[in-house]
T-cell receptor
Framework: GNSVTQMEGPVTLSEEAFLTINCTYT??????LFWYVQYPGEGLQLLLK?????DKGSNKGFEATYRKETTSFHLEKGSVQVSDSAVYFCALKRNQGGKLIFGQGTELSVKP | SAVISQKPSRDICQRGTSLTIQCQVDSQVTMMFWYRQQPGQSLTLIATANQGSEATYESGFVIDKFPISRPNLTFSTLTVSNMSPEDSSIYLC???????????FGPGTRLTVT
């Protein structure tokens, strides 16, 4: 079946450190891939997406590249800020009417 | 993107009672979804609600416990019936954008059952 696996958290970094949150998926065909962010006490916000192999999604300094060969969609940011502290969810969707399948979420804590 | 609002934003309820959560979208959408997020967990899809048809429930969720209404293309309700402390969760409404494959979420309803 379709599934998403993320690296376990919590991840604790100092401000301006480099961030990588690993995400791998299992799916048939060519799903669309997403990263969502959930700030404390809030709902989910779409952070970025990629719809086909080798696509790079980017937003707010975050990037992720759709790697078909490794079935991965790792989230990266070159220099994190305290305001990036949140829970990050990787997700996939197989088609327009399909279900959004989430990973377990990775909590990021950035210290000043 | 769609703007989604939910009411109430939070509530504390007694065991055995029911709570109806409302979801309003600022544009017409075909597909609406209801998710549950238990404390410290990821999101679990409860059901998909399309206007004019019965909601489709995921494994482990039943209509008697989580009845859903979808009277039009901008509104839906989820009722959590006969609540127990295990129902304490955040309940999120979500809509699917077209023609993109993006999905947007409301701010959630934080429910505590005592």
């Amino acid at each position: 079946g379709n599934s998403v696996t993320q690296m376990e958290g919590p991840v604790t970094l100092s401000e301006e450190a480099f961030l990588t949150i690993n995400c791998t998926y299992t799916a048939t065909g060519y799903p669309s891939l997403f990263w969502y962010v959930q700030y404390p006490g809030e709902g989910l916000q779409l952070l970025l997406k990629a719809t086909k192999a080798d696509d790079k999604g980017s937003n707010k300094g975050f990037e992720a590249t759709y790697r078909k060969e490794t079935t991965s969609f790792h989230l990266e940011k070159g220099s994190v800020q305290v305001s990036d502290s949140a829970v990050y969810f990787c997700a996939l969707k197989r088609n327009q009417g399909g279900k959004l399948i989430f990973g377990q979420g990775t909590e990021l804590s950035v210290k000043p | 993107s769609a703007v989604i609002s939910q009411k109430p934003s939070r509530d504390i309820c007694q065991r055995g009672t029911s709570l109806t959560i409302q979801c309003q979208v600022d544009s017409q959408v075909t597909m609406m979804f209801w998710y549950r997020q238990q404390p410290g967990q990821s999101l679990t899809l409860i059901a998909t609600a399309n206007q004019g048809s019965e909601a489709t429930y995921e494994s482990g969720f039943v209509i008697d416990k989580f009845p859903i209404s979808r009277p039009n293309l901008t509104f839906s309700t989820l009722t959590v019936s006969n609540m127990s402390p295990e129902d304490s969760s955040i309940y999120l409404c979500s809509v699917s954008g077209t023609p993109t494959n993006e999905q947007y979420f409301g701010p959630g309803t934080r429910l505590t059952v005592t």
